[in-house]
């Protein structure tokens, strides 16, 4: 069985891929997601209608992420290198503006698969650096 820190890894390289029902594959059935500065969405289900969400309005790859720790409860933290494409509701409009954004997140692992995703980053510093601010 592949380590917490494997699993990680490998959500972070088919989110890279664009590789959705890769990511899906690696998380829980009831999977929590703690949305960056909003609640908790639960299910795959839900965490899929958020993937199609953000396909459609972000263009992003992740660089530089580094896995913090092993066991049940594991850390990581990245470089967001983005583009805005699509206006996402309740955000100012999308004109194609590009950022470099750092991230964090914090998972639960259950049986092998990823229980728990929450999200980080500064809201405040992406509007800025889209223009908004």
Same mark, same amino acid.
């Given at each position: ?107 639960? @692992?259950?049986?092998?698969? @990823? ?19």
């Amino acid at each position: 069985m592949p380590s917490t820190a494997d699993t990680v890894r490998a959500y972070y390289d088919r989110f890279n891929a664009g590789d959705w029902e890769g990511m899906l594959a690696l998380l829980s059935e009831d999977v929590a997601h703690d949305l960056n500065q909003g609640g908790r969405e639960t299910g795959r289900a839900a965490f899929r209608a958020f993937l199609k969400r953000m396909e459609g309005s972000y263009k992003e790859k992740l660089e530089d992420i580094v896995i913090l720790g092993e066991g049940m409860r594991i850390a990581a933290e990245y470089l967001v290198v983005g583009k805005y494409v699509k206006t996402d509701a309740g955000l100012p409009p999308a004109t194609g503006q590009t950022y470099r954004l750092p991230g964090g997140a914090f998972f639960d @692992i259950t049986g092998g698969r @990823i229980s728990r995703v929450t999200n980080y980053y500064n809201l405040d510093q992406w509007l800025r650096l889209i223009g908004a601010r």
